[in-house]
């Protein structure tokens, strides 16, 4: 019965999905309602749309546009291709139209609107098309979040909401293959990409180049065709950008009137087959050189063919605990490495919240798609051969493993400890050593890691502690150290002062080394504490409410937050960071979170475990509750001891900087001879 009840969820899932991404667009109306767009004295992108006749859907897609503003600035410039019918845009305010006799195809009327433009980027606009929200701004984003940036293009959609393109892939012997085929909603054309080119009905590009010179269309491509190709290649292989796509911004074309020039159906089929083949001729060497005879395989050639796999139990959440952000660091820094990255989580949906960040990074995040779909489908469709796979935490290993191993005839296996479980139980044991439960999961945890460890090419430990303490069980030579990722979010001097700040914090999800260090602070060290001075509040950030009674919630100078998406502010309005975790493993990123907004910190020696952090420097560590007591009141009231404390928090973060993660990586590269 779970089998089928399963099968038929997923059915009405697929179903939904369906329904969700179709529609369809009417044809323009004959209506010529007034349409004001705002006055910019300075836009930063000027929006380009030439027109041959068509008035209404000229109009209709300048309707768009005013629906779905964007929040960027911008001006409009409608470019007229010499319409042999009459037009009236009288009625329309906040746009520029430019009439020249002597524009007679799509290449004259760009370069006549990329001279007259006033934006810092160029973004070309077919008049047959309505654009949906975002359609501006998330173009704009791929440039402000990658350095290599020539040209974005858009998701296109036909009147229906069938995938119209996703970009353009060159393949070998200059087979031209639009990217579609698949359903707009598949995870394959759901993430940003690096593409040959993308198509001049929705593209943004920078006005000038790198020396300050126009970026124009060559006019030797006669109407349309293959200028926009011709535009990307010379944007990748002369200027050293890389043309994107990006499925954030969505575009409906209606397909069947997209031409904005005044030829006919035999001249425009002329016209492409000339400007094909000055396209190959012209790019020949280019051209030449592309070996690849699959769309997966060109994208890939983007990212110098080096495919990274990570799995992990659910799409990392940032914004919830240390581990999950440690991850989305490792996995970002694979990507600014410019590897093609791939992330794969157990029945993942694609209205999951925390997809849509992995994607606008450039990573492909896998959910359910298909009625008979499941990860080995996806991976026969893009046949990586000899990926990395990264594997964080036991429980992903023992989940994904044999999966792997049945998808892929080889690849490098990275296992991420993240923490020693076995290691994080084995000394849980050594509090409450007649719990059964806690036993149990120390041999279940104990076994998997053994074998993940003898199985994996490169094992991660998180400290150098781990590391020394999995010499038993792994060669030494396999093993590298990958900690938690952290580096300065505010200036110190920014900061709030001493006197400006009030209160305790403790932040922790329901791990229960947090749990039982809330208890422990509540029950052993408050009381003490509050002997010196009783108005001092302990708050506690983090998931953890249910954990505990309403009478412990109750407690007048214990505060419980629930879950904040944005801690920053905690960090900045609290006085003292305390951690008196009591057992656990791996490396505390509450700890290193204080640190990245200097925040002084009291912990216990477990929760500074693998931090290379000095006892009186970095922090104050204690062991008992009225040493920790006694250590908290003193940083909470003496400024002088406070200050001293905080003015040495960078120094604690040098170990765990984003530099010393990338130089990690190379080792890793190193290991498995991977260049």
């Not at 493993?401 to 049945?406: G, L, N, S, V």
């Not at 053994?450 to 038993?472: G, H």
């Amino acid at each position: 019965m779970g089998v089928i009840s399963a099968f038929l969820r997923r059915n009405k899932q697929i179903a939904e999905l369906d329904k969700a991404h179709s529609f369809q667009v009417s044809e323009p109306n004959t209506e010529r309602n007034p349409i004001h767009f705002p006055s910019v004295e300075e836009p930063l992108v000027s929006i380009l749309i030439s027109f041959h006749n068509s008035e209404m859907y000229t109009r209709k897609c300048l309707q768009s546009i005013l629906k779905n503003l964007p929040k960027n600035t911008f001006e409009i410039l409608l470019i007229d291709i010499n319409s042999s019918e009459a037009v009236d845009f009288t009625n329309i305010t906040g746009v520029t139209l430019i009439q020249n006799p002597a524009l007679h195809d799509f290449v004259q009327a760009t370069n006549q609107g990329i001279h007259q433009a006033r934006g810092e980027y160029i973004y070309l606009l077919n008049s047959s098309t309505i654009v949906r929200e975002g359609f501006l701004d998330e173009l704009l984003h791929v440039f402000e979040t990658n350095n290599d940036v020539g040209a974005v293009g858009s998701m296109l959609l036909d009147s229906t909401g069938k995938l119209y393109a996703a970009g353009t892939a060159v393949l070998k012997n200059a087979k031209i293959t639009p990217i579609k085929g698949v359903k707009s909603y598949f995870p394959q054309v759901n993430y940003t990409y690096k593409v040959d080119y993308c198509s001049a009905h929705s593209l943004l590009f920078k006005k000038k180049d790198i020396h300050g010179d126009l970026n124009l269309l060559d006019d030797a491509f006669s109407l349309s065709s293959f200028a926009d190709a011709d535009l990307c290649f010379r944007l990748k292989y002369n200027q050293g950008r890389s043309t994107y796509y990006t499925p954030f911004s969505k575009v409906v074309c209606y397909t069947k009137n997209t031409s904005n020039e005044n030829v006919s159906h035999s001249v425009r089929n002329k016209s492409f087959s000339k400007n094909l083949e000055l396209f190959k001729q012209k790019w020949k060497r280019q051209i030449e050189a592309i070996k690849s005879t699959s769309i997966h395989h060109r994208i890939l050639d983007f990212y110098d063919g080096r495919p990274m796999i990570f799995f992990n139990d659910q799409v990392p959440q940032y914004d919830n605990n240390s581990g999950e952000l440690r991850l989305t660091e490792i996995i970002k820094a694979y990507k600014e490495l410019n590897y093609h990255v791939t992330l794969v989580t157990l029945d993942n949906t694609i209205y999951n919240a925390y997809n849509a960040y992995f994607q606008k990074l450039g990573i492909a995040v896998l959910y359910i798609n298909r009625r008979h779909s499941n990860i080995s489908d996806y991976f026969k469709t893009v046949n990586y051969v000899n990926p990395i796979i990264w594997m964080h935490s036991a429980t992903t290993f023992n989940r994904f493993y044999e999966t792997a191993r049945k998808i892929f005839k080889t690849f490098s296996l990275i296992f991420d400890m993240v923490d020693i479980h076995h290691l994080r139980y084995k000394r849980e044991l050594e509090l409450f050593p007649r719990d059964l439960g806690i036993q149990q999961a120390y041999e279940t945890y104990l076994e998997i890691e053994t074998r993940a460890s003898l199985l994996a090419d490169i094992v991660i430990p998180i400290s150098d502690q781990e590391k020394q303490y999995m010499q038993s069980f792994s060669p030494e030579e396999k093993m590298l150290v990958i900690s938690n990722v952290h580096y300065p979010k505010v200036n110190v001097q920014e900061t709030p002062k001493f006197e400006d700040r009030t209160g305790l914090l403790f932040i922790g999800s329901r791990h229960t080394p947090n749990i039982d260090a809330i208890n422990y602070m509540i029950d052993e060290i408050m009381p003490i504490i509050w002997k010196t001075d009783n108005t001092i509040k302990l708050h506690i950030v983090g998931n953890v409410a249910q954990c505990f009674s309403e009478d412990r919630k109750s407690i007048s100078n214990v505060i419980f937050h629930g879950f904040v998406p944005e801690v920053s502010s905690y960090f900045l309005k609290h006085r003292v960071m305390v951690a008196p975790l009591r057992y656990g493993a791996g490396v505390k990123g509450k700890i290193g979170q204080a640190l990245e907004y200097h925040l002084p910190v009291v912990s216990s020696s477990i929760g500074a475990e693998g931090m290379h952090l000095v006892d009186g420097r970095h922090i104050l560590v204690a062991e008992n509750p009225e040493d920790f007591a006694k250590k908290t009141i003193s940083l909470y009231t003496d400024e002088k001891i406070w200050k001293e404390i905080q003015e040495n928090s960078m120094s604690g973060l040098k170990p765990f900087s984003k530099e010393v993660l990338h130089e990690k990586i190379k080792q890793i590269e190193e290991i498995l001879k991977y260049e």
